[in-house]
């Protein structure tokens, strides 16, 4: 039995020889929001990496849900538990966080900086707690994966490819993950409060070609339980 202790930062071993940052952080973004990926080097034939999830929750999710099993994008079971030393995905990983404040906005505090009084978040969280936006039904929220969006893709940009549906979205439901640099990794998530919505918005959009050739995916994030 694993006996290390539950933390954000999970082992996964079996993987494809080939698996680089990229193909492992698109496979469990699926599943849970990816903060690093670190793969390890290659044994006997398999691939393996440390993986840190947004939350520990999360991490858990995948140890109980996909251990011995096969996940999405995959064609053999992986093995998956907590990692011994959950620190140290920091190094020599590929850092990848969600924007806190969007860099060279209007007036606005500098990426990673402190959100004064001045800002939009300010602005957003004020009309949040004064009432202003309707009440959002959490029974009827579908957490949507997107795969596919181009590096120069904005939360913005995500927002708006499902506001034509009418999908409703939280004021920080739609969130495309980023590097170190600032630059999208291709994946991004958006919460909608209407199940009918989401699914004509994902019917719609996933399976197409992009420009560049890649497919573009929309479907529900497999583990909807945790953002």
């Given at each position: 039995?694993?006996?290390?202790?539950?933390?954000?930062?999970?082992?996964?071993?079996?993987?494809?020889?080939?698996?680089?940052?990229?193909?492992?952080w698109t496979v469990f973004a699926a599943y849970g929001v990816v903060l690093r990926?670190?793969?390890?080097?290659?044994?006997?034939?398999?691939?393996?990496?440390?993986?840190?999830?947004?939350?520990?929750?999360?991490?858990?999710?995948?140890?109980?849900?996909?251990?011995?099993?096969?996940?999405?994008?995959?064609?053999?079971?992986?093995?998956?538990?907590?990692?011994?030393?959950?620190?140290?995905?920091?190094?020599?990983?590929?850092?990848?966080?969600?924007?806190?404040?969007?860099?060279?906005?209007?007036?606005?505090?500098?990426?990673?900086?402190?959100?004064?009084?001045?800002?939009?978040?300010?602005?957003?969280?004020?009309?949040?707690?004064?009432?202003?936006?309707?009440?959002?039904?959490?029974?009827?929220?579908?957490?949507?994966?997107?795969?596919?969006?181009?590096?120069?893709?904005?939360?913005?940009?995500?927002?708006?490819?499902?506001?034509?549906?009418?999908?409703?979205?939280?004021?920080?439901?739609?969130?495309?993950?980023?590097?170190?640099?600032?630059?999208?990794?291709?994946?991004?998530?958006?919460?909608?409060?209407?199940?009918?919505?989401?699914?004509?918005?994902?019917?719609?959009?996933?399976?197409?070609?992009?420009?560049?050739?890649?497919?573009?995916?929309?479907?529900?994030?497999?583990?909807?339980?945790?953002?």
């Open positions: 039995m694993d006996m290390d202790p539950p933390s954000d930062t999970i082992w996964v071993g079996n993987l494809p020889m080939s698996s680089d940052e990229s193909f492992i990926v670190r793969p390890l080097p290659v044994s006997k034939g398999k691939g393996a990496a440390i993986i840190q999830l947004g939350t520990t929750e999360d991490a858990t999710w995948i140890v109980q849900n996909l251990n011995g099993k096969v996940a999405q994008g995959l064609s053999e079971p992986i093995v998956v538990k907590y990692a011994k030393n959950p620190t140290g995905v920091t190094t020599g990983g590929l850092a990848i966080t969600t924007k806190p404040v969007t860099a060279g906005g209007c007036n606005g505090a500098a990426a990673g900086g402190t959100v004064g009084v001045d800002s939009i978040e300010a602005v957003l969280a004020t009309l949040t707690k004064n009432g202003a936006y309707p009440q959002l039904d959490r029974n009827n929220l579908v957490k949507v994966y997107v795969s596919g969006l181009p590096a120069d893709a904005t939360d913005m940009d995500l927002y708006r490819m499902f506001a034509p549906f009418g999908c409703p979205i939280g004021t920080s439901g739609a969130t495309v993950m980023t590097r170190e640099d600032g630059t999208c990794t291709g994946v991004g998530f958006v919460d909608v409060y209407d199940a009918t919505k989401a699914q004509v918005a994902m019917a719609a959009m996933s399976g197409t070609t992009l420009p560049d050739g890649r497919i573009l995916r929309v479907q529900p994030k497999r583990n909807q339980g945790h953002h």
